[in-house]
């Protein structure tokens, strides 16, 4: 089973931009497919952003789309997470997720997740 620790979070001003990077270990990082979720307080956890193995494809949930890019080097068994424009509801807690599955997102579609790190954007 693969480990992932993300690193990036903080606080932000609505128009900011952040950069959240995820590093994996334990297992062949170019076998899966990876993906970023959050959760806002009082919601349940929400898909926002995912790529395919070898980083050719990606989906994006649509609050996020011309904002957020997902970009993955398997170099460096790291999935990153580009944030452009925040906006006050984009805080949350955000999860990287390592899975199995293209094109999922659902959280059952993701087998691996990190601890979470806070973003929190003011207006």
């Known amino acids: 089973q693969v480990q992932l620790v993300e690193s990036g979070g903080g606080l932000v001003q609505a128009g900011g931009s952040l950069r959240f990077s995820c590093v994996a270990s334990?297992?062949?990082?170019?076998?899966?497919?990876m993906g970023w979720f959050r959760q806002a307080p009082g919601k349940e956890r929400e898909f926002v952003a995912a790529?395919?193995?070898?980083?050719?494809?990606?989906y994006y949930t649509d609050s996020v789309k011309g904002r957020f890019t997902i970009s993955r080097d398997n170099s460096k068994n790291t999935v990153y997470l580009q944030m452009n424009s925040l906006k006050p509801e984009d805080t949350a807690v955000y999860y990287c997720?390592?899975?199995?599955?293209?094109?999922?997102?659902?959280?059952?579609?993701?087998?691996?997740w990190g601890q979470g790190t806070q973003v929190t954007v003011s207006s």
């Open positions: 790529i395919s193995w070898s980083g050719g494809r990606t």
């Open positions: 334990g297992s062949t990082f170019s076998s899966y497919v």
């Open positions: 997720a390592a899975g199995s599955r293209l094109g999922g997102r659902q959280t059952t579609d993701f087998g691996s």
